[in-house]
């Protein structure tokens, strides 16, 4: 065999002309600076995150994706809430105080009195119209004596004035502690309890005036102040703090807080 190149007159024939191994790769180093795996490493570089950017920490695939936050109670309520049951409370002071006024003064007997004549004529009919009614100890008492009959009737509103304001008392409480606390329907009832008594006022401060003497001043006066520290503390409810705060509270309940 001659050892000279077919191709090439005059030069030696070398069929592995860098001097290497038959497993030499023929095209020499791998251009791109070492063998890739494609099992093995990552040919994009350590980090897995195609977009180059680090995954940031804390981050919660299931629980807050795209920066979303969960419905959280309110931690604090509002002055505007704590004045508003201030002055409801104070309100159901004023309306009990005014029920016991008007109770121990001359009010109600004469309401009766002037209304006196029509009173004692429709007695009479049912007395005439009712065998054994006139021999009734509270209707010849009240036949015989009108102004007997009058104060015992003060004496017994007496004790239902006292029943009334604890109970007056407690509704008040009741109606602002919840309203204080941010309940949403316990502030509409107070609205509407709040309108309610503006109505009265159209109609008892006359008759409160007509009836009450000279103490309808002094009753007028502490009547007055209780409707509009009533009217006062459900403004305060609906002011924007408070309102903000219950329509959170009212978003939390539905997320199931309680």
Do not use: C
């Given at each position: 065999?001659?050892?000279?190149?077919?191709n090439q007159?005059?030069?030696?024939?070398?069929?592995?002309?860098?001097g290497?191994?038959?497993?030499q790769?023929?095209?020499?180093?791998?251009?791109?600076g070492?063998?890739?795996?494609p099992?093995?490493?990552?040919?994009?570089?350590q980090?897995?995150?195609?977009?180059?950017?680090?995954?940031?920490?804390?981050?919660?695939q299931?629980?807050?994706?795209?920066?979303?936050t969960?419905?959280?109670?309110?931690?604090?309520r509002?002055?505007?809430?704590?004045?508003?049951?201030?002055?409801?409370?104070?309100a159901?002071?004023?309306?009990?105080?005014?029920?016991?006024?008007?109770?121990?003064?001359?009010?109600?007997?004469?309401?009766i009195?002037?209304?006196?004549?029509?009173?004692?004529?429709?007695?009479?009919?049912?007395?005439?119209?009712?065998?054994?009614?006139?021999q009734?100890?509270?209707?010849?008492q009240?036949?015989?004596?009108p102004?007997?009959?009058?104060?015992?009737?003060?004496?017994?509103?007496?004790s239902?004035?006292?029943?009334?304001?604890v109970?007056?008392?407690?509704?008040?409480f009741?109606?602002g502690?919840?309203?204080?606390?941010?309940v949403g329907?316990m502030?509409?009832?107070?609205t509407?309890?709040?309108a309610?008594?503006?109505?009265n006022?159209?109609?008892?401060?006359?008759?409160?005036?007509?009836?009450a003497?000279?103490?309808?001043?002094i009753?007028?006066?502490?009547y007055?102040v209780g409707?509009?520290?009533?009217?006062?503390?459900?403004?305060?409810s609906?002011?924007?703090?408070?309102?903000?705060?219950?329509?959170?509270?009212?978003?939390?309940?539905l997320?199931?807080?309680?």
């Open positions: 065999m001659s050892d000279y190149d077919p007159p005059g030069q030696p024939y070398n069929p592995n002309p860098s290497q191994g038959s497993s790769n023929p095209y020499g180093e791998n251009p791109y070492q063998q890739p795996s099992y093995g490493q990552n040919p994009y570089g980090n897995p995150n195609p977009y180059g950017q680090p995954q940031a920490p804390g981050y919660d299931y629980g807050h994706q795209g920066g979303y969960g419905v959280q109670p309110p931690t604090e509002p002055r505007t809430l704590a004045i508003a049951f201030g002055l409801i409370l104070l159901g002071i004023f309306s009990a105080l005014a029920s016991w006024l008007m109770a121990n003064s001359n009010m109600m007997a004469n309401m009195g002037q209304q006196w004549s029509l009173v004692q004529e429709e007695f009479e009919k049912q007395m005439q119209s009712t065998p054994g009614m006139e009734d100890p509270l209707v010849e009240m036949m015989a004596s102004e007997a009959f009058m104060s015992q009737v003060n004496s017994m509103m007496s239902f004035v006292i029943v009334g304001m109970i007056t008392l407690g509704l008040y009741l109606v502690f919840f309203v204080g606390r941010g329907a502030r509409i009832i107070a509407i309890l709040g309610i008594s503006l109505l006022l159209v109609t008892t401060v006359p008759m409160i005036s007509m009836f003497d000279t103490q309808a001043g009753i007028n006066a502490v007055v409707i509009l520290l009533g009217v006062a503390g459900v403004v305060f609906w002011l924007r703090p408070s309102s903000q705060y219950i329509a959170q509270r009212r978003q939390a309940r997320a199931g807080f309680r």
